[in-house]
């Protein structure tokens, strides 16, 4: 099974804080995503990477950032925390190259900004 | 640009009675279709998708949905609902690029009353 693990289930931060969010997959996929989650509004999409050192902008970007040093890890970077970034944020994977290919979640990671 | 559309942010339904969640969507090429489920305090988990086969699709837990093209829809079934139905589900649609991009509903509550 492909496994996409959120090393952060639940953080509180400050305002103005730098925050990293972590997460690996170890199916060797491609593709990695950041989707953020908030009610009525379904699954944002922050940044998605194609490959390592690849990043494209997403819907939603403003105020993040995204690192993929290695093809299994895909960080999020909040370098100064608001308190409208309090949210779930939801790290994926999946293979590249098909329109049909399926997309595999984590967990998620609550963030509260204070 | 693809997008889905899911009628009802709230559904109710009594144990036993058929689940019917609606998606319809709006796509400039055939869609890959998908439905997720998010069980509390969890990531996403695929039920079933739609990639140009067949056009009833079953998926796991007894769901199954059809796409019906002349509709634009792409709804969700199950004919006996569970207490462990109850959690959110969404509809999605994929990209036209082959970079794997999702386009998410807003998403669907199920509440499963005895």
Not at chain 1, 4 to 33: A, I, P, W
Not at chain 2, 34 to 47: A, D, I, K
Not at chain 2, 61 to 83: I, Q
Request: charged share 20%; proline share 3%.
């Amino acid at each position: 099974d492909v496994k996409v693990t959120q090393s952060s289930r639940y953080l509180v931060k400050r305002t103005g804080e730098k925050v990293f969010l972590e997460c690996v997959q170890d199916m060797d996929h491609e593709n990695m995503f950041w989707y953020r989650q908030d009610p009525g509004l379904g699954l944002r999409l922050i940044y998605f990477s194609y490959d390592v050192k690849m990043k494209e902008k997403g819907d939603i970007p403003e105020g993040y950032s995204v690192s993929r040093e290695k093809k299994e890890r895909f960080s999020l970077i909040l370098e100064s925390a608001s308190t409208n970034q309090t949210s779930m944020y939801l790290c994926a994977s999946s293979l590249r190259g098909r329109r049909g290919n399926t997309i595999y979640f984590g967990e998620g990671s609550w963030l509260t900004v204070v | 640009a693809q997008s889905v559309t899911q009628l009802g942010s709230h559904v109710s339904v009594s144990e036993g009675a058929l689940v019917l969640l609606r998606c319809n969507y709006s796509s400039s090429v055939p869609p890959y279709l998908f439905w997720y489920v998010q069980y509390p305090n969890q990531g996403l988990q695929l039920l079933l998708k739609y990639t140009s086969a067949a056009t009833l699709v079953k998926g796991i837990n007894g769901f199954e949905a059809e796409f019906k093209k002349s509709e634009t829809s792409f709804h969700l079934t199950k004919p006996s609902a569970h207490m462990s139905d109850a959690a959110e589900y969404f509809c999605a649609v994929s990209s036209t690029d082959s970079w794997g991009k999702f386009q998410f509903g807003a998403g669907t509550q199920v509440v499963v009353t005895p």
